[in-house]
């Protein structure tokens, strides 16, 4: 089982741009971005393969958001530009033995949560 912990969430406010990283605690092959917006379900986010070269985005962060991961130092990271008032909500990062999807029920490990709160 991999471990996950993730850093970095807080409140900003709209258009500013943030990071967020998700510490691991051995190299699985993919992993993932997911948000759970209060109220709601868990959303993908962003998605990339274990040596980086496919990466996948919902169609709400596209060309805002990048996700990148460091295999040397086991840690993913999720830039988030031009930040919206939607993307206020808990991230997730998620990681499984097999290719990248969207699919949050093929993620076998999860980290507990980095709370990002966007503000006008």
């Known amino acids: 089982q991999v471990q996950l912990a993730e850093s970095g969430g807080e409140k900003v406010q709209a258009g500013d741009s943030l990071t967020l990283s998700c510490v691991h605690s051995?190299?699985?092959?993919?992993m993932a971005w997911f948000r759970q917006a209060p109220g709601k379900g868990r959303e993908f986010v962003a998605t990339i393969s274990g040596d980086g070269g496919v990466t996948e985005y919902s169609e709400s962060v596209s060309g805002r958001f990048t996700i990148s991961r460091d295999n040397a130092k086991n840690i993913l990271h999720l830039e988030m530009n031009s930040l919206k008032l939607e993307d206020t909500a808990v991230y997730y990062c998620?990681?499984?033995?097999?290719?990248?999807?969207?699919?949050?029920?093929?993620?076998?490990?999860w980290g507990q949560g980095t709370q990002v709160t966007v503000t006008s």
């Open positions: 998620a990681a499984r033995d097999g290719p990248t999807t969207s699919n949050e029920w093929q993620y076998s490990d």
């Open positions: 051995e190299h699985p092959y993919a």
